[in-house]
């Protein structure tokens, strides 16, 4: 039996939106995923900002993503168009507003392959796989309004023990559909 493959991913993945979730779940379908984290000095250095989340909380994020293996904070003075001396991976994962030919050529001069996302690959929102409650468990519902979804609530569903669920909202017949932001008025 072949060995499971070994994913990269590397980024700054900070303020992630869905976008860079479903980025993640493809790259976990080619094997267990490592995310190179950039620390807080190389984001400010590569964007000219300093980053909204810093790198601990970003961390805890992506570590609490279900499609992520582990996390490992790059060398904030490392080249990151270039894999880390030490690490690597099978494969290299990318998407297309950051892949570039000097990704492409380091992958290639470590005999990694070099896997990059287009928007196709990317677009729409899969069910979430049935997670069955375990018997005998108290079931708790919690409502609210997600759309920017960030590291607290995390840590509360953690607290509570809970199963994060997307229920989907149906309008009666004859009423409007509406999102969250439209009942928030902006």
């Known amino acids: 039996m072949p060995a499971p493959k070994e994913v ?15 980025f993640l779940e493809g790259a976990s379908k080619l094997g267990a ?11 400010e250095r590569l964007t000219g900002n300093p980053p909204r989340f810093p790198l601990a909380e970003r961390s805890y994020f992506l570590n609490a993503v279900r499609f992520v293996t582990q996390v490992i904070q790059a060398d904030p003075a490392g080249d990151f168009n270039a894999l880390p001396e030490g690490l690597r991976p099978d494969v290299w994962a990318d998407y297309e ?5 000097s990704r492409e050529q380091s992958a290639r001069q470590h005999g990694i392959s070099y896997r990059v996302f287009g928007a196709e690959d990317l677009k729409g929102f899969p069910e979430p796989p049935l997670n069955p409650f375990a018997p005998g468990r108290k079931k708790v519902i919690v409502t609210g309004c997600y759309d920017w979804f960030h590291s607290g609530h ?3 569903f953690e607290e509570v023990s809970l199963q994060y669920l997307v229920l989907k909202r149906i309008p009666a017949p004859g009423l409007p559909r509406r999102n969250s932001t439209d009942l928030r008025g902006f």
Do not use: Y
């Open 8 to 22: 990269l991913v590397s980024g700054g993945f900070d303020d992630i939106k869905s976008r860079d979730i479903r």
């Open 33 to 43: 995923l490592t995310v190179l984290l950039w620390p807080d000095a190389a984001l």
């Open 97 to 101: 507003p950051v892949a570039n030919t």
């Open 154 to 156: 995390i840590r509360f």
